[in-house]
């Protein structure tokens, strides 16, 4: 697909990915005498790419688009069913969201990112966190209202229509996973281990025993991901990483809701839980590798692992936050209406699961060094069997 070759030419060379571009926006929107594209690739560009478009008339826009390999989803981006529901979402000016095809171009847009944000202050390049905290909790708290006044039951097949299961139980089971994973080796920092050996192996990390092989939490995932059953759901955008999130003056702005529409709050949440919080590595893996401490041992029956990562107080705010003011209030919410805390908890941990795992191939040496890889297979179990929320 065109789509995917440019999301991947922008990294090697940008020139020859702009013009593959530029014919691509011709031919989808002849009327507005597109001139000249120019691609941004950035390191939260995992599935993606974005940019500016020159038209003939002088206007400079912006676009965004989702790319998707092996989608079994064909229709994608509810801009406007979100807006209805009172989400501060950017319009697009244009839009295609034939699978495929999906592209959509927005008004010159300014502001920074939230991802850009929270990488400048990681680095002492902002001093402005409180602010981010302000807009952060006041977004929160708005989402959880959303939430709670869309909040309603769906069937099975009503919920196996959400374009946010591509996300997680297609990834699993609709070939994302056996293309990086299955029959292959894993290297790691001093050897290498195939693949099904890792499955089979328990897991120390840092000390704690996890009593979950990555076996367990997969198959785990497979049925409570499964979307061919009764769900409870709300509105939402689906994937409201940083990425997809302005920081403006008057708050946070969504964009970009490939994967909105109505679906299970929990699910609704993955993303920022684990991409807001724990994922610099994958954005960032050269950088987080230098400052990283991560070393193992593995025994033929439980891989040992030690390692120093950990959130950095913006990161944290955002775990915070989301937590308290969206999290812990919808799970009540849930439980009040006959949903099990078992239930949402493992729900939500094989949604997490799928964050580290099937975002990116940790297996690929030439993206992640093999410290990184681990480090990545050891968050993957972390957040697989540590319950996010203390329910007792």
């Known amino acids: 697909m065109r789509l995917q070759r440019i999301q991947s030419l922008q990294f090697i060379d940008k020139a020859a990915a702009e013009q593959l571009l530029l014919s691509f926006v011709r031919e989808l929107f002849p009327k507005l005498a597109a001139i000249r594209v120019e691609l941004r690739p950035q390191a939260v560009s995992l599935n993606s790419f974005s940019g500016y478009l020159t038209l003939a008339d002088g206007r400079r826009l912006f676009f965004k688009t989702h790319v998707e390999p092996n989608s079994v989803i064909s229709e994608y981006y509810n801009t406007q069913l979100l807006a209805e529901v009172g989400y501060p979402v950017i319009a697009p000016l244009y839009a295609s969201t034939e699978y495929g095809k999906q592209f959509l171009i927005y008004d010159l847009i300014n502001e920074p990112s939230v991802f850009e944000v929270a990488y400048a202050l990681d680095h002492g390049q902002r001093n402005d966190l409180g602010a981010l905290t302000a807009a952060q909790n006041a977004a929160d708290a708005q989402l959880f209202e959303i939430y709670r006044a869309t909040l309603r039951p769906i069937t099975a097949p009503e919920n196996a229509k959400a374009p946010i299961h591509q996300l997680f139980y297609h990834r ?165 209406r006959g949903e099990s805390p078992e239930t949402l908890t493992a729900l939500l941990q094989s949604a997490l699961l799928c964050c580290p795992l099937l975002t990116l191939n940790l297996a690929d040496r030439a993206r992640f060094p093999a410290e990184i890889g681990l480090l990545g297979l050891a968050l993957s179990v972390t957040v697989g069997c540590e319950p996010i929320l203390e329910t007792s």
């Open 172 to 336: 699993l089971t609709g070939g994302r996973y056996a293309k990086f994973y299955v029959g292959k080796p894993f290297v790691l920092p001093q050897g290498c281990l195939d693949w099904e050996a890792l499955l089979a192996r328990r897991w120390v990390i840092n000390g704690k025993a996890y009593p979950c092989t990555l076996d367990t939490l997969i198959e785990r995932a497979k049925r409570f991901l499964d979307p061919d059953q009764p769900s409870w759901s709300i509105v939402g955008h689906g994937d409201a990483h940083n990425g997809n999130v302005f920081f403006t003056p008057a708050g946070l702005r969504y964009f970009d809701p490939a994967f909105g529409g109505r679906h299970h709050p929990l699910l609704d949440l993955a993303k920022p839980l684990f991409h807001n919080v724990l994922a610099t590595w994958i954005y960032h893996p050269q950088e987080v590798a230098a400052r990283l401490q991560i070393s193992y041992s593995d025994d033929g029956e439980q891989l040992r692992v030690e390692h120093n990562y950990a959130p950095s107080a913006v990161r944290k705010m955002f775990r915070a936050s989301k937590l308290e003011r969206v999290l812990r209030p919808i799970w009540l919410e849930l439980t009040r």
